[in-house]
């Protein structure tokens, strides 16, 4: 089975606890998992740690990362930018870790478009009215801020065709267990395996032969 | 998640243990899976029974399910049909359960080609010197049934990048259990469920105009 490490891809309404699930992920499975860090050039929040939440850079920094084609995919919001180091990443993936990006989807399809073998999993709740009820029920949001999140997830929602799976998060240990099994099997792929499949197809010529 | 069952072709190299994983697998999960029962015009041999390994079938029923369009695939080998009917496999998907096929590498590609969303398996011993080893261990085969089998592994092989993925039987329970959630997982990919994705994009939609 292959042993490279996949490039994971997970997206989702906001609400569909995709920060949860990766993080009971790495708790469980610390040995299989690395967590991509973004960069930003926005200030960091109360409690917000450099190396943890974000890697925190001047615009300047994060300019010269552009330039030398540093990141595996940026943007711009409002007036911050924010991207997905190459150099971290690349290196897990060597090492045979799968490496989790948590972006939305418009960063999901570029990354899918460098990296073709991106695996790209959606995780939404059951139904959209359980999103309403989720967000109503953190009790922090106003209602302007609630139905401005639900007008974005019908816009996040518009691109989930592109995406391999569609994960939904009903019972939170239950969904994490899934997503651990849909990256684990995607190593035995067949695209994934071509250079296994070679040597078995060398080694049966052989033997035909009479080796 | 979708509850239509999925169409699965299992293959393999002969000495694979394809047959003994596909038992093991009804055996854990009943509910979950239906085994396809080929038709063939051979005679039985001594212990199989019609409606276990095979429904016998003379020449002429044969040829007009092949003339009703009753038959998924099939194919003449030797001077027998081979074939896989197709009532009692639409009945159990529509039913939710997952129906497995096994069969080789040629049949497999028609199945897809009539359903392109089956799902293809192939199952290989982790290396071809194991695969000759179990060849060899069963004591029960002449070296040229041994170099036959080889030689047809190796011919069966070429059409392995068509399959979805390549599962590795080393440890019997181990792949049983990787079988039984690659089929598990399957049923999340968004491809199965537009159905649920656009559901959910129309409530979104209503929320989105404070519905």
New interface residues.
């Given amino acids: 089975?292959d042993k490279k490490g996949i490039l994971v891809v997970v997206s989702g309404f906001s609400g569909a606890g995709k920060g949860t699930i990766m993080k009971r992920l790495l708790e469980e499975y610390p040995e299989n998992y690395a967590l991509s860090i973004s960069a930003t050039t926005r200030a960091p929040r109360p409690g917000e740690c450099h190396g943890k939440e974000y890697f925190f850079v001047s615009e300047e920094t994060f300019e010269k990362m552009i330039q030398k084609d540093a990141l595996i995919e940026y943007a711009r919001y409002v007036s911050n930018y924010y991207g997905t180091p190459k150099e971290y990443v690349l290196e897990q993936l060597g090492q045979g870790r799968d490496v989790i990006l948590e972006i939305e989807i418009q960063g999901a399809l570029k990354v899918k478009e460098a990296y073709p073998d991106t695996l790209l999993l959606?995780v939404?709740p059951p139904?959209?009215?359980e999103?309403?009820k989720r967000l109503v029920n953190r009790g922090t949001e106003s209602k302007a801020t609630i139905?401005s999140r639900?007008?974005r997830?019908?816009e996040e929602?518009?691109g989930?065709?592109q995406?391999?799976?569609?994960?939904?998060n009903d019972e939170l240990e239950e969904c994490v267990q899934?997503v651990h099994?849909?990256i684990?099997?995607e190593h035995?792929?067949?695209a994934r395996?071509?250079a296994?499949?070679e040597?078995?197809?060398a080694?049966?010529?052989?033997?035909?032969k009479?080796e």
Same sequence: chains 1, 2.
């Fill in positions: 089975m959606f939404s139904n959209a009215g999103l309403k139905d639900l007008k997830a019908f929602a518009q989930v065709e995406y391999d799976y569609f994960v939904i899934e099994s849909i684990k099997n035995a792929r067949v395996n071509y296994l499949i040597n078995i197809r080694e049966l010529k052989g033997f035909a009479g």
